[in-house]
């Protein structure tokens, strides 16, 4: 067969005939699943003894069990659950730090079959050259990969931060109209900005509803909620709790509830979910997500782990995995061919065991995880890929001589630090006394800080480093470093000493980005990211491993918060400070303050 991609599937259009022919009996399936149960996302039931007939990669027909009687070839479910595959209505690939085409095969593995990714990880680094390698990318994958355009680079202004790519609404549109996959505008992070009328933002929100495009959001604060709404957002992804969650939904607004893994600072699902199990909403404009995965947490913690999450907080099964499928298909008008089982639909199914778990995924009609392991035709695909252009292995841009740590203060100062504890979403604004002391050590025992730096690496403004305190981190000694510090992607580097910070800096120079752990001058973890400095490009197999072994010498080195929390520093759209190249910013009044004020 050629390719294993979304595009293996013909159109609905030039196939209503042959479906029908196979539907009526007139024509045979290429293949019955029989022995089956079925749960249907349209009435939230689960319907014994079925069978499902499929045609060119599409359900022809979902018959009692015993219909057919022809020859066609049958695969036995064995009484298992065959559900539509899941559809993931918002993540960033790049946070599973591989490509599309390896992306794929975790998600299949979780039983989901569509994502909606928003890239402004990669827009953030090589503007529109970046989003567009990512588009060709995900055309060759072996997974449905829709995108929703990046609509808040540089995520606030250049006053505040140095990104690689600036996306004007004109590079938007252009996107939109080049791309047919670019189905909504992505989320819009400055919600700040959008609620006081910025002219850049709403320049680029007209981009997308002039085109009829839906727009993806990210606010936090009840206040924002009705200004946001009425410049046409209609989804969001980081509702906190049910109350802010109640006030979305009143307002029009899609919830798509976030499950991070609850070591994570995201696994929001818990609280926001309350808006049904408590205020009594329906669920019927509410999707589950999953938003950033490493590639460790996506092989454990999948769309179909955060659908069980749901389960638990009170739902029932089938209006779960509605949750998990059709609900995120409506939100992008798509129902009509992926998050069911009707007739006409994608092939795109799953084979769950009794606890809701994925067995078997066919894409397409192809079965390509069977037994919870990827089939051979699967393995084929995911050995052809995409090959990024050079110019994305050479974005870590560094002058020669950087000071990466402040001077010592010589007299009494007030210094603003950033505290890091769990859940860490939102970083504390602390002020420290630091009297006179001659060295930076007796700081650091009385006040529990570190050093933390940031480093643009674009050479869009070369020599820019940042310095500031962290609070709480707990780093005991050495050094970790990341060039994923979102969404500028700079690099943030957090050190007890200058000497191991610049070996973890030289490091992911070398490498071309990626996150990395120093101990006494020597590197004891790091995942290589060459692609963008955000990109491996190995299997997520490989990387999967790679990010263990990093996790188990970053909980050595003893820092309170996890990997993809500490890249959280630097994102300037939320909550209370961060720190970019530019300095110290405080969100929401978007202002720089300066490290030390004298007392």
């Known amino acids: 067969m050629s390719a294993l991609t979304r595009f293996s599937v013909k159109p609905l259009s030039t196939m209503t005939r042959r479906l029908a022919d196979v539907a009526f009996g007139r024509s045979e399936p290429d293949l019955v699943i029989k022995g089956a149960r079925v749960l249907s996302t349209y009435s939230e039931r689960i319907l014994p003894d079925r069978e499902i007939w499929l045609s060119g990669g599409r359900i022809a027909a979902v018959k009692p069990a015993g219909t057919h009687k022809g020859s066609a070839k049958s695969y036995d479910a064995r009484g298992g659950i065959i559900a539509p595959g899941l559809v993931d209505p918002h993540i960033h690939i790049e946070s599973s730090m591989v490509t599309a085409c390896a992306y794929a095969e975790a998600a299949l593995l979780n039983g989901t079959t569509t994502i909606f990714c928003d890239s402004h990880e990669i827009g953030n680094v090589m503007d529109v050259a970046g989003v567009e390698a990512m588009l060709e990318d995900a055309r060759m994958a072996p997974l449905s990969i829709f995108l929703t355009v990046p609509s808040t680079v540089p995520a606030t202004s250049p006053q505040l931060e140095t990104a690689g790519g600036d996306l004007t609404a004109a590079k938007i549109a252009a996107l939109f109209d080049k791309w047919p996959e670019a189905v909504a505008l992505g989320e819009k992070m400055d919600f700040v900005q959008v609620a006081m009328g910025d002219e850049r933002s709403h320049a680029i929100l007209a981009a997308a509803l002039e085109r009829g495009r839906p727009v993806s959001g990210h606010v936090y604060g009840r206040e924002f909620v009705s200004a946001y709404a009425a410049s046409g957002v209609t989804d969001t992804h980081e509702a906190i709790d049910r109350e802010i969650a109640d006030d979305m939904l009143e307002a029009g607004i899609w919830l798509f509830l976030r499950g991070g893994p609850p070591t994570t600072p995201w696994h929001s699902l818990p609280e926001a979910i309350k808006t049904i199990t408590e205020l009594g909403s329906s669920h019927k404009r509410i999707a589950v997500c999953t938003d950033d995965r490493d590639a460790d947490d996506l092989m454990m913690f999948g769309l179909d782990w955060v659908t069980r999450e749901a389960m638990k907080a009170g739902m029932r099964p089938e209006q779960a995995w509605a949750m998990g499928s059709l609900h995120g298909a409506t939100r992008f008008g798509m129902e009509g061919d992926i998050g069911g089982l009707g007739g006409g639909r994608r092939a795109d199914l799953v084979l769950l065991d009794d606890a809701f778990k994925p067995v078997n995924t066919w894409y397409g009609g192809e079965l390509v995880v069977e037994g919870g392991k990827i089939t051979p035709l699967l393995d084929q695909a995911l050995s052809t890929r995409y090959q990024y252009p050079q110019a994305a292995y050479h974005t870590v841009k560094l002058p020669k001589n950087i000071k990466l740590t402040p001077d010592l203060p010589t007299e009494k100062v007030i210094a603003h630090t950033i505290k890091t504890e769990l859940p860490g979403i939102t970083l504390g604004h602390v002020t420290v006394t630091l009297e006179p002391a001659n060295d930076w050590q007796a700081h650091f025992e009385r006040h529990g800080l570190c050093f933390v730096t940031v480093v643009e690496r674009h050479a869009k403004s070369p020599g820019n480093v940042a310095h500031g305190l962290l609070t709480s981190f707990n780093l005991k000694q050495g050094a970790v470093a990341s060039s994923v510090g979102h969404d500028s992607h700079n690099i943030i580097i957090a050190g007890t ?30 995942v290589p990211l060459p692609i963008a400095g955000l990109l491996s490009d190995k299997r997520v197999t490989e990387v999967a491993a790679e990010v263990r072994a990093l996790k188990v010498e970053w909980e050595k080195a003893g820092c309170s918060i996890p990997y993809m929390g500490f890249n959280l520093i630097p994102l300037s759209v939320i909550p209370e400070i961060r720190i970019t190249d530019k300095g110290l910013v405080l969100v929401p009044e978007m202002e720089i303050v300066p490290l030390f004020e004298v007392a």
């Open 497 to 526: 000493n200058e000497a191991d910070m610049h070996v973890a800096l030289r490091a992911l120079e070398e490498t071309q980005g990626g996150a990395c752990v120093v101990m006494d001058g020597k590197v004891t973890a790091m």
